[in-house]
């Protein structure tokens, strides 16, 4: 689809299994976090414009929000790092969607599914301090 220069969508803020997903930071509790929307954009030069729909009042009608573009930073050698960095910038657009309006969120899955059970999830150790480090300024 990218490669004829067509739009793909893809929901950020849904758990996926281990093997396509990295773990990543998502209101401060460790996710199962899609890597693609940056994977796609890296490796095609594909071009993120993150958007959200939230419903309005009168049943059947929608708001659709988008956003500028999503310029994606490369700040490391490691394409799989500079991944990781944008997967993680994209959580925190998704994050301030939900804080603007909570009302229109809820997860009928269990979201936080690495942060129950982390047992064989590759979670960085850098993402394991800083969880530690909030835990420990609480």
Not at 9 to 20: G, N, S
Not at 35 to 46: K, Q
Request: aromatic fraction near 10%.
């Amino acid at each position: 689809m990218l490669s004829e220069n067509k739009i793909v969508t893809i929901v950020i803020d849904q758990h996926l299994a281990k093997h396509r997903s990295l773990v990543c930071n998502f209101f401060g509790q460790w996710a199962s976090t899609t890597s693609a929307p940056a994977r796609f954009a890296l490796e095609t030069g594909a071009t993120i414009i993150p958007a959200v729909i939230t419903r309005k009042e009168k049943a059947g009608y929608h708001h659709v929000k988008v956003s500028p573009p999503f310029y994606l930073e490369t700040p490391y050698p490691d394409n799989d790092m500079n991944i990781r960095h944008n997967t993680e910038r994209l959580n925190r657009i998704a994050e301030q969607w939900i804080r603007e309006t909570p009302n229109q969120w809820w997860w009928f899955h269990k979201r936080w599914k690495v942060q129950d059970n982390p047992d064989g999830w590759e979670i960085p150790e850098s993402l394991i301090k800083e969880t530690t480090e909030k835990l420990n300024e609480r």
